[in-house]
């Protein structure tokens, strides 16, 4: 079965300094790796999605995330992290062969101080 | 606004109640989706429609639970007898369906359900 990890329940970080959210994914052929944010009282929001060519993929924010196939990973990374940055940061891959279903990792609250 | 609208927001039941949830997509999306969250978790997939034809159930909705999707517009979930168990954030998403592409979800807020 197609799924995502998030190992970190939690990352704080200071503002300023670069921000790491990190996934590692488990499937069965060609990874559709998505990161998703959510805000308070607010629907889950797209950041960016991996489906194949750069490893390296640029989204929304200023937020990217790299995809490694080695280490079957897709760490989120924000160079310079803001306080509105704070929030829940959810990894999803679409599973099995359809192409409407996503499995969600579990999230990582991301807490910026000022 | 053109999100996804969902309504109520907050619904509070007491266990044995039936409760109905709305969902408004996208107005070009063809494509529907009901999910669940609870606390600590991510969403898990629920039900999907293509138009008004819902073509995947996850085996998480019971008998209990019911979607539709009539002419291809709004959708509603609707929970029978409802457990506490049932206690989550129902959330309602749409995209544009693009056969074997990564289709981007835009989710609404939420409705979130509270049994007593």
């Known amino acids: 079965a197609q799924s995502v990890a998030q190992p970190e329940d939690q990352v704080n970080v200071a503002e300023g300094n670069p921000l790491t959210v990190k996934c590692t994914y488990s499937v069965s052929g060609n990874p559709y790796l998505f990161w998703y944010v959510q805000y308070p009282n607010r629907g889950l929001q797209f950041l960016l999605k991996?489906?194949?060519?750069?490893?390296l993929v640029k989204g929304s924010y200023g937020f990217e995330a790299e995809f490694n196939k080695s280490q079957t990973s897709f760490h989120l990374k924000k160079p310079s992290a803001l306080v509105s940055d704070s929030a829940l940061y959810f990894c999803a891959v679409r599973t099995g062969s359809n192409d409407y279903k996503l499995s969600f990792g579990a999230g990582t609250t991301v807490t910026v101080r000022a | 606004d053109t999100g996804v609208s969902q309504d109520p927001r907050h619904k509070i039941t007491k266990r044995g109640q039936n409760v109905t949830f709305r969902c408004d997509p996208i107005s070009e999306h063809n494509r529907l989706y009901w999910y669940r969250q609870t606390l600590g978790q991510g969403p898990e997939f629920l039900t999907y429609?293509?138009?008004?034809?819902?073509?995947?159930k996850s085996r998480l909705l019971s008998d209990r639970f019911s979607a539709e999707r009539p002419k291809g517009s709004f959708s509603t979930l609707e929970i029978q007898r409802t457990e506490q168990g049932d206690s989550a954030m129902y959330l309602c998403?749409?995209?544009?369906?693009?056969?074997?592409?990564?289709?981007?979800?835009?989710f609404g807020a939420g409705s979130r359900l509270t049994v007593l």
């Open positions: 998403a749409s995209s544009l369906g693009v056969a074997g592409g990564a289709n981007v979800l835009t």
């Open positions: 991996y489906i194949t060519g750069d490893n």
């Open positions: 429609f293509q138009n008004e034809a819902q073509l995947e």
